[in-house]
């Protein structure tokens, strides 16, 4: 059994960063990793997914060029970097693991198996 837990959320001003953080616990294996995040009144959409085997991770036109998604294998974490936050950036972030056995093209949230339990981003 997986259990992520997330932290790195916070407040910040329009221009700011932040750094979310992923930790993973178990020895499932990972098909790929994705973070999400869900506005007030909005639905859940896909932000980055890192894919295994070498497939360029995918970013969201929304963030592409301002986000950034990594892994440290040694740490079993994986990091979203934030750069240039914008207002329309502010939601709960969550962190998913998707098995190969849900796997489709990791843009869809019913394909992952393991959630974090979200951190807020407020940007102002």
């Known amino acids: 059994h997986v259990q992520l837990v997330e932290s790195g959320g916070g407040s910040v001003q329009t221009g700011g960063s932040l750094r979310l953080s992923c930790a993973a616990s178990g020895s499932t294996p990972i098909s790929c990793l994705g973070w999400f995040r869900q506005a007030p009144n909005k639905e859940r959409e896909v932000v980055a997914v890192l894919y295994t085997g070498g497939i360029r991770p995918y970013y969201a036109d929304s963030v592409k060029d301002r986000f950034s998604a990594s892994r440290d294998n040694d740490k079993n974490t994986f990091y979203l970097q934030m750069n240039s936050l914008k207002p329309e950036d502010t939601a709960i972030y969550y962190c998913?693991?998707?098995?190969?056995?849900?796997?489709?093209?990791?843009?869809?949230?019913?394909?992952?198996?393991?959630w974090g339990q979200g951190t807020q981003v407020t940007v102002s």
């Open positions: 998913a693991e998707a098995l190969a056995s849900t796997l489709d093209d990791g843009l869809g949230s019913r394909e992952y198996n393991y």
